[in-house]
């Protein structure tokens, strides 16, 4: 009895210390992932967006890398647009953000990049897809503010929406100033929640706000 119990105490033991090495070995990944889109930031997000692929694919359970594999698939097309190729990569973008929200329903920060992705769809053709993608990015927008209040990048994603919405459909500096001054003092008290958690558009939003005055 007494050797079956030291069996099963160090399976237990064995397997928190593998999970605990996984845990840390992602942690790691996307530390490091993240890093390199903070050193060098510019137009060749494939790579770090791919091994944001190859995290979520060995991490299942874990919503992040899909979350971001889903954001940096989306801000290729406004990087480098392409109206041939845009919609495919926007698919993609969905497919990756459909699994974060699977992990991590009524997430705020999700809903900022459901919104975004809507606001890359226009860009397409603004013409055609402008009426019903605009109200699309909007409610997602709204959803993320009614999810996290505390959430900036639900209000600076609004702001800049407003802001390159023509006047004669209710857009503008003057309607999106109050919005991305707002959107300014939640970046100033925000505080992410794990250095893995989504921390952009601070320095973005600043530009957004000074091209208001």
């Known amino acids: 009895m007494r050797k079956l119990n030291v069996l099963i105490c160090s399976l237990i033991l064995f397997v928190s210390s593998a999970s605990y090495a996984q845990s840390d070995k992602y942690v790691d990944a996307m530390k490091e992932n993240l890093q390199k889109l903070s050193d060098n930031f510019n137009e060749n997000l494939q790579p770090v967006t791919a091994q944001f692929e190859r995290i979520?694919?060995?991490e299942k359970n874990q919503w992040l890398p899909y979350?971001?594999?889903?954001?940096?698939t989306a801000l290729?097309?406004?990087?480098?647009?392409?109206?041939a190729k845009s919609d495919g990569i926007?698919?993609?973008a969905q497919t990756m953000l459909d699994e974060a929200l699977k992990l991590h329903p009524d997430s705020s920060e999700c809903m900022v990049v459901q919104g975004f992705i809507h606001v890359g769809r226009i860009m397409v053709d603004p013409m055609s897809r402008g009426?019903?993608?605009s109200q699309l990015a909007g409610a997602a927008f709204q959803k993320s503010i009614a999810l996290n209040p505390?959430?900036?990048r639900g209000y600076y994603m609004r702001g800049v929406t407003v802001?390159?919405?023509p006047d004669f459909y209710g857009g503008g500096k003057i309607p999106a100033k109050p919005i991305l001054t707002m959107a300014m003092?939640?970046?100033e008290a925000f505080k992410p929640s794990s250095p893995l958690s989504p921390n952009w558009g601070k320095d973005r939003c600043k530009k957004q706000l000074d091209a208001c005055q």
């Open 90 to 92: 926007l698919d993609k």
């Open 67 to 72: 979350y971001y594999a889903a954001y940096y």
């Open 185 to 187: 003092e939640k970046y």
């Open 131 to 133: 009426a019903e993608y």
């Open 150 to 152: 505390s959430n900036p």
């Open 163 to 165: 802001l390159n919405t």
């Open 56 to 58: 979520a694919q060995a």
């Open 76 to 83: 290729q097309t406004y990087i480098k647009p392409d109206n």
